[in-house]
């Protein structure tokens, strides 16, 4: 494997990472509060369809991302709604999210655009467009250097930039300040906080939104950057290899960041290297690498590599009176 | 023609009025969707032609998942349709199962044989489609290297891929031709990103023409070569339109036409089966406003060749599914 190749092959990584880490650092966000979110899979479904959708007919990809996160936070209200409201199932509500995403958004992308729920295909502003740094094309003839800044860090669509910047923000955020330390509290013990004269309701739902945010991003990147245009599920499970990440990112921004990349590079050695042969093994075939994320997923959960010790109150609707 | 169709269409309609059964014509789509741009597209169009040329009206179903198969193909037959069609290769097993239950009810089966006395299998020499899809790709080709995204990994798109490479190699021995396939599950047909990240490390590893025979993941693939500057190849339908000026040609495959043939025949139509290539317009490649700067007049005069020697039998194409294995790599 030469040098370009692997420059080639981390540029991808980046790429696929991207659509992981927005919706994992979304995942952490509504975890550490201790809601859980399977929805986030549905989340970004649904934002990718209406940015797809509003790009298609405003030809705006920025007015495409509003639509898409407005989507997503509506889901993620709702979310809230069921499960912080009127104390219901967590998962279930999740769930049911996925397949509401799922199913409407075929709906009315049939209803709309009479193409069988996908959108028609978006070219020019209706996209996000890579975005070239300065001198790229000059630098790129400088010897190692060069190639890294002009392939692999310049030339990638926004949302990209905007996912990576968004780990540090969400550690400053999370530890750094104030309305971290009180997410992080309700997360963990929400009767103190309660007793500390705070909401566990309110701080709930932003957290909640903050994670319809993120997934508002994620799913219109899916959309509007990597493809151009929406089609059915075009989500294909990656709301829960993002959750797999979260777990495997022991609930850290960091980590997440690690874990994302991890299987980012993953998926595009599956891309690219359809089957490897490992010497001594003989050849590994391209569905061990699609399911490697899972089983290291299964590995952490079992213990082996160290422990994923997830928020205590997550997963438990709070109320105030006792039982 | 439209007219002596309306004319049967009018008798069939008239000489079921008073029993039970409605004899409309069905067709079942696969996985990958009515609207793939592509394979289950054009067998939707035909259809469409059918039904303003009959007259008629039909049914259609739209698998959601491979369990679905046996149970659709099931409950159009007991409702009566016939003949139904069903366009792709994963039907086949199925069908061998139900066909036997409906001795009166003809199947239409499109890139696969069954043989059961109620089937029609339809198979397309896209061997020799590929092939003179690849003269085109090799001409047009300045780096020499080439590629080829396959959807899932089966018999039939290995024979595209032969065809191709054969194309390609006769025309320019020199050459190079990456290929690779998308998946090995029926998810692969449907799965653009995937398509586009393929077709971006090809075109970083040296190919400027792409080839695809991936149903909707192809139109991540063409979009992905427009944006990269180099040129895609369609399939199945003509998708010139899709990415025009950056879509060299497009192996047209008219699944259309088949389905078209099997409405029109009704419940008589024969069984048997039925292999279409440039012979009888069943396939062929795709020249219209969107690629005419991009294929030269050469490059036109060479593909017109192949196909007119192809049809002599000047040129053999080899086919993937007689031996299960393709000499050109």
Same mark, same amino acid.
Request: glycine share 12%.
């Given at each position: 494997?030469?040098?370009?190749?692997?420059?080639?092959?981390?540029?991808?990584?980046?790429?696929?990472?991207?659509?992981?880490?927005?919706?994992?650092?979304?995942?952490?966000?509504?975890?550490?509060?201790?809601?859980?979110?399977?929805?986030?899979? $549905?989340?970004?479904?649904?934002?990718?369809?209406?940015?797809?959708? !509003?790009?298609?007919?405003? #030809?705006?990809?920025?007015?495409?991302?509003?639509?898409?996160?407005?989507?997503?936070?509506?889901?993620?209200? *709702?979310?809230?709604?069921?499960?912080?409201?009127?104390?219901?199932?967590?998962?279930?509500? #999740?769930?049911?999210?996925?397949?509401?995403?799922?199913?409407?958004?075929?709906?009315?992308?049939?209803?709309?655009?009479?193409?069988?729920?996908?959108?028609?295909?978006?070219?020019?502003?209706?996209?996000?467009?890579?975005?070239?740094?300065?001198?790229?094309? +000059?630098?790129?003839?400088?010897?190692?250097?060069?190639?890294?800044?002009?392939?692999?860090?310049?030339?990638?669509?926004?949302?990209?930039?905007?996912?990576?910047?968004?780990?540090?923000? +969400?550690?400053?955020?999370?530890?750094?300040?104030?309305?971290?330390?009180?997410?992080?509290? !309700?997360?963990?013990?929400?009767?103190?906080?309660? +007793?500390?004269?705070?909401?566990?309701?309110?701080?709930?739902?932003?957290?909640?939104?903050?994670? #319809?945010?993120?997934? $508002?991003?994620?799913?219109?990147?899916?959309?509007?950057?990597?493809?151009?245009?929406?089609?059915?599920?075009? +989500?294909?499970?990656?709301?829960?290899?993002? *959750?797999?990440?979260?777990?495997?990112?022991?609930?850290?921004?960091?980590?997440?960041?690690?874990?994302?990349?991890?299987?980012?590079?993953?998926?595009?050695?599956?891309?690219?290297?359809?089957?490897?042969?490992?010497?001594? !093994? $003989?050849?590994?075939?391209?569905?061990?690498?699609?399911?490697?994320?899972?089983? *290291?997923?299964? !590995?952490?959960?079992?213990?082996?590599?160290?422990?994923?010790?997830?928020?205590?109150? #997550?997963?438990?609707?709070?109320?105030?009176?006792?039982? | 023609?439209?007219?002596?169709?309306?004319?049967?269409?009018?008798?069939?309609?008239?000489?079921?009025?008073?029993?039970?059964?409605?004899?409309?014509?069905?067709?079942?789509?696969?996985?990958?969707?009515?609207?793939?741009?592509?394979?289950?597209?054009?067998?939707?169009?035909?259809?469409?032609?059918?039904?303003?040329?009959?007259?008629?009206?039909?049914?259609?179903?739209?698998?959601?998942?491979?369990?679905?198969?046996?149970?659709?193909?099931?409950?159009?037959?007991?409702?009566?349709?016939?003949?139904?069609?069903?366009?792709?290769?994963?039907?086949?097993?199925?069908?061998?199962?139900?066909?036997?239950?409906?001795?009166?009810?003809?199947?239409?089966?499109?890139?696969?044989?069954?043989?059961?006395?109620?089937?029609?299998?339809?198979?397309?020499?896209?061997?020799?489609?590929?092939?003179?899809?690849?003269?085109?790709?090799?001409?047009?080709?300045?780096?020499?290297?080439?590629?080829?995204?396959?959807?899932?990994?089966?018999?039939?798109?290995?024979?595209?891929?032969?065809?191709?490479?054969?194309?390609?190699?006769?025309?320019?021995?020199?050459?190079?031709?990456?290929?690779?396939?998308?998946?090995?599950?029926?998810?692969?047909?449907?799965?653009?990103?995937?398509?586009?990240?393929?077709?971006?490390?090809?075109?970083?590893?040296?190919?400027?023409?792409?080839?695809?025979?991936?149903?909707?993941?192809?139109?991540?693939?063409?979009?992905?070569?427009?944006?990269?500057?180099?040129?895609?190849?369609?399939?199945?339908?003509?998708?010139?339109?899709?990415?025009?000026?950056?879509?060299?040609?497009?192996?047209?495959?008219?699944?259309?036409?088949?389905?078209?043939?099997?409405?029109?025949?009704?419940?008589?139509?024969?069984?048997?089966?039925?292999?279409?290539?440039?012979?009888?317009?069943?396939?062929?490649?795709?020249?219209?406003?969107?690629?005419?700067?991009?294929?030269?007049?050469?490059?036109?005069?060479?593909?017109?060749?192949?196909?007119?020697?192809?049809?002599?039998?000047?040129?053999?194409?080899?086919?993937?599914?007689?031996?299960?294995?393709?000499?050109?790599?």
């Amino acid at each position: 494997m030469d040098f370009a190749t692997v420059i080639q092959l981390l540029d991808s990584t980046l790429r696929l990472s991207t659509p992981l880490l927005l919706a994992c650092l979304a995942g952490l966000y509504s975890e550490r509060a201790g809601i859980f979110d399977i929805g986030l899979e $549905g989340k970004m479904l649904a934002s990718a369809f209406f940015s797809a959708a !509003v790009a298609a007919a405003t #030809g705006s990809a920025l007015i495409g991302l509003a639509a898409g996160t407005a989507a997503s936070l509506a889901l993620a209200a *709702l979310h809230g709604l069921a499960s912080i409201t009127f104390r219901g199932n967590q998962l279930i509500s #999740g769930v049911a999210i996925n397949f509401l995403a799922s199913g409407l958004t075929a709906l009315i992308g049939q209803n709309w655009f009479k193409l069988g729920g996908r959108t028609p295909a978006l070219s020019g502003d209706a996209r996000f467009l890579p975005i070239d740094f300065y001198f790229s094309d +000059t630098l790129s003839t400088i010897p190692v250097l060069g190639p890294i800044y002009s392939e692999l860090l310049s030339g990638h669509t926004l949302m990209v930039y905007v996912a990576i910047a968004a780990v540090p923000a +969400t550690w400053w955020v999370l530890f750094r300040t104030r309305f971290g330390l009180q997410l992080r509290a !309700v997360g963990e013990n929400p009767e103190a906080v309660d +007793t500390a004269g705070l909401s566990v309701t309110a701080l709930r739902y932003q957290a909640s939104l903050i994670c #319809g945010l993120l997934c $508002g991003l994620a799913g219109a990147y899916l959309a509007t950057g990597m493809a151009a245009g929406f089609i059915r599920d075009m +989500t294909a499970g990656k709301g829960y290899i993002a *959750l797999a990440a979260l777990i495997f990112a022991k609930w850290r921004p960091g980590y997440a960041l690690l874990a994302c990349l991890l299987f980012g590079l993953l998926e595009a050695v599956a891309i690219r290297f359809q089957n490897i042969d490992v010497a001594g !093994v $003989g050849t590994v075939p391209v569905q061990f690498m699609q399911a490697l994320p899972y089983i *290291l997923t299964v !590995v952490i959960l079992a213990g082996f590599i160290g422990k994923a010790i997830p928020p205590r109150a #997550g997963g438990e609707p709070y109320s105030k009176e006792r039982a | 023609m439209g007219k002596i169709h309306s004319v049967l269409a009018g008798v069939a309609a008239l000489s079921l009025a008073g029993g039970p059964a409605m004899s409309e014509p069905a067709i079942i789509y696969d996985i990958g969707g009515k609207f793939d741009k592509s394979f289950n597209e054009s067998a939707y169009n035909g259809a469409e032609t059918w039904k303003e040329q009959a007259n008629g009206d039909y049914r259609e179903i739209e698998l959601q998942s491979e369990a679905q198969r046996e149970q659709a193909i099931r409950r159009l037959a007991e409702a009566g349709n016939n003949p139904i069609a069903m366009p792709g290769f994963s039907f086949g097993t199925p069908l061998n199962t139900v066909a036997p239950e409906f001795p009166d009810t003809k199947f239409v089966i499109i890139d696969m044989v069954v043989d059961q006395p109620n089937v029609r299998s339809v198979l397309f020499k896209e061997h020799e489609g590929s092939y003179v899809v690849g003269v085109l790709a090799a001409m047009a080709s300045d780096s020499g290297t080439v590629g080829f995204v396959g959807g899932m990994d089966i018999p039939l798109i290995r024979k595209f891929s032969c065809g191709y490479v054969q194309g390609v190699m006769e025309t320019n021995p020199d050459a190079r031709v990456i290929q690779n396939m998308t998946g090995t599950t029926g998810a692969a047909w449907n799965d653009p990103v995937k398509g586009a990240e393929l077709a971006r490390a090809q075109v970083a590893e040296g190919a400027d023409v792409i080839y695809h025979a991936a149903g909707g993941t192809g139109v991540g693939v063409l979009q992905a070569a427009a944006d990269a500057g180099v040129l895609g190849i369609g399939v199945d339908a003509n998708q010139n339109y899709l990415q025009p000026g950056s879509v060299l040609t497009s192996m047209v495959k008219r699944v259309g036409s088949a389905v078209l043939s099997a409405f029109s025949d009704g419940p008589e139509l024969e069984t048997g089966i039925v292999e279409m290539g440039f012979a009888d317009g069943g396939i062929s490649y795709a020249l219209d406003e969107h690629n005419a700067p991009l294929v030269t007049d050469e490059m036109k005069a060479a593909a017109d060749s192949a196909v007119e020697k192809i049809m002599a039998g000047e040129i053999m194409v080899h086919n993937y599914l007689t031996s299960d294995s393709c000499p050109y790599g």
